[in-house]
């Protein structure tokens, strides 16, 4: 009722273990991107700068993944799970925010909503924060009983949603890179929803983001971009036939975004200077080759 979708089909539920949560992890992480992908992506990083050499992408991941989830729809097999280790205190909390994906998901078939931003992964990321963060604002309104909306509410810190990062022991020891990807979707998707939802009627009008989607991690963090339309440019790189020799590899050609190039300057620069730098961020396009 409170996000206004209504049941269309009943869910699977169960208790899950520290173990099962991992193993179910790596199948994901398997099943949404291949191998060489996976491969590029962390090749990309540390050409950029943002990982070490050789860093275990994957495996800090997954155990960062397994610390900080507590519960978990599973689109595939229709199933909520929550962790066995979960405190009462916490399970209504994580369950309003999951079953939030599960609602969206008989609703908007949100795998292949998702998936239909590849293989754009700026455009992939904003979808990502439209999911979290509506599950975050419809969990924050959950909690406020109905005295109140996250509509209602000024500006925010949703990282006040989130525990201390000390608390986190995982995620505080990776690197800042994978600390700031994981909780984009949250912190800045939570933005975007609360000013979509403060721009329309409300819930009943939110399933128009799911019909017209962000296409960057921009308009996420500018949601009045995303309002008024704006869009970045198209940009096509130069053919590279007979420039780059046939020994270079092609590993990916990808768009990075403003949430991509905010990271890089974060590097160099001062926080607030290197926001102001990427807010200017328009349209981007990279190719990364590599001989073995």
């Known amino acids: 009722k409170l996000i206004s979708l209504p049941i269309l089909s009943p869910l699977k539920k169960s208790l899950r273990s520290r173990n099962e949560i991992q193993a179910y992890l790596l199948d994901k992480m ?7 992908k996976r491969y590029a992506d962390r090749k990309t990083l540390e050409k950029f700068g943002l990982l070490p050499k050789d860093y275990p ?13 507590a519960g978990l729809y599973d689109s595939n097999g229709q199933e909520f799970f929550i962790a066995d280790w979960t405190t009462p205190a916490d399970e209504r909390m994580v369950m309003s925010h999951e079953l939030t994906h599960a609602l969206q998901d008989q609703h908007f078939h949100i795998d292949k909503w998702t998936e239909a931003a590849k293989p754009n992964d700026d455009a992939e ?6 999911l979290e963060g509506s599950a975050m604002a419809a969990m924050l309104d959950y909690q406020l009983g109905g005295k109140g909306s996250v509509r209602d509410l000024g500006d925010f810190d949703p990282s006040l949603l989130m525990g201390d990062m000390d608390s986190s022991p995982v995620l505080a020891k990776a690197p800042k890179v994978l600390q700031d990807e994981l909780m984009f979707p949250y912190l800045a998707g939570t933005r975007f929803a609360q000013r979509v939802l403060k721009a329309s009627n409300g819930w009943p009008d939110f399933h128009k983001v799911f019909e017209k989607p962000p296409v960057s991690t921009q308009q996420i963090m500018h949601p009045d ?3 008024q339309g704006v869009v970045p440019s198209k940009i096509t790189l130069p053919e590279t036939a007979g420039i780059i020799p046939a020994d ?11 949430f991509g190039l905010l990271e890089i300057f974060k590097q160099f620069l001062s926080k607030d200077r290197a926001t102001n730098l990427a807010a200017a961020w328009t349209a981007d396009r990279y190719a990364i080759f590599e001989n073995q």
Do not use: C
């Open 30 to 36: 398997n099943e949404d991107k291949d191998a060489s």
């Open 57 to 69: 992408l994957e495996q800090t991941l997954i155990n960062v993944l397994t610390e900080q989830i």
């Open 125 to 130: 990321l904003a979808r990502d924060a439209v």
């Open 225 to 227: 971009m995303y309002l």
């Open 248 to 258: 270079w590899k092609k590993l990916d050609e990808n768009n990075m975004g403003e």
